[in-house]
């Protein structure tokens, strides 16, 4: 268990319509990255939220967006989605900008989005 | 761009052989760490190792070991004597450096079975 918590676990849901995916991150760390894992795509980073400001941005569609609150949990809301939408979402956290100490950032057991 | 190339899409093998993934990566980053992560059927992602481009030594932890070669951008995973429970993807990571913070750049993943 890495102490990273997503829901939630699975998510079902029609074309066209919006969802949020939550995260909340290991106690005290103060990143969270935001990842697609998908069958075409691979796993590509989204993007990541530091202390509530957003410092780095991947490969994030303009439908997409995320936030992070003062407690440090973060929410990924995908809306108009689409078929190729659905795919495994994770959540990873890290103590500080970079990497931790020992270097991982810690996964959370991912979302997986199933779009209809 | 930052890249990651996981060649072998799956590989089989049986209990007991030794088994080596490989990973070629391309940055133009001087200082930059690579990562290798465990993706069992569960789904969720297990850090196994980082790695910084300043240390080539190799690591080995049990049935585990990693070689890094800076000279031909490589970070090979080899398991020695593999289980069942090794059964997993495995993604080699780079990370990449943008403004002050760090996202990873995954290979698309060896699927490694190990059959009993």
């Known amino acids: 268990d890495s102490g990273v918590t997503q829901t939630p676990k699975h998510l079902i849901t029609a074309t066209g319509q919006r969802v949020t995916l939550r995260c909340s991150p290991r106690s005290g760390d103060l990143s969270v990255y935001w990842y697609q894992q998908s069958l075409d795509q691979g796993l590509q980073f989204l993007i990541q939220y530091y202390n509530g400001e957003e410092r780095a941005k991947g490969n994030i569609l303009e439908r997409f967006s995320a936030q992070q609150f003062p407690d440090l949990h973060s929410e990924l809301n995908l809306s108009s989605l689409e078929l190729g939408d659905s795919a495994l979402y994770f959540c990873?956290?890290?103590?500080?900008?970079?990497?931790?100490?020992?270097?991982?950032?810690?996964f959370g057991p991912g979302t997986r989005l199933t779009v209809l | 761009a930052q890249k990651v190339t996981q060649a072998q899409t799956e590989i089989s093998v049986v209990e007991k052989e030794d088994v080596t993934l490989d990973c070629v990566y391309e940055t133009r980053d001087t200082t930059y760490y690579l990562f290798w992560y465990k993706q069992p059927p569960s789904g969720e992602l297990v850090f196994l190792i980082r790695?910084?481009?300043?240390?080539?030594q190799n690591e080995i932890s049990g049935r585990y070991s990693w070689n890094f070669q800076k000279s031909t951008s490589s970070f090979n995973f080899t398991i020695t004597a593999s289980q069942v429970v090794d059964s997993a993807v495995y993604f080699c990571?780079?990370?990449?450096?943008?403004?002050?913070?760090?996202?990873?750049?995954f290979g698309k993943g060896t699927k490694l079975t190990v059959n009993p």
């Open positions: 990571a780079l990370s990449e450096l943008q403004g002050g913070s760090e996202k990873l750049v």
């Open positions: 790695r910084n481009s300043f240390d080539e």
């Open positions: 990873a956290s890290s103590p500080e900008l970079t990497s931790g100490p020992r270097g991982e950032q810690f």
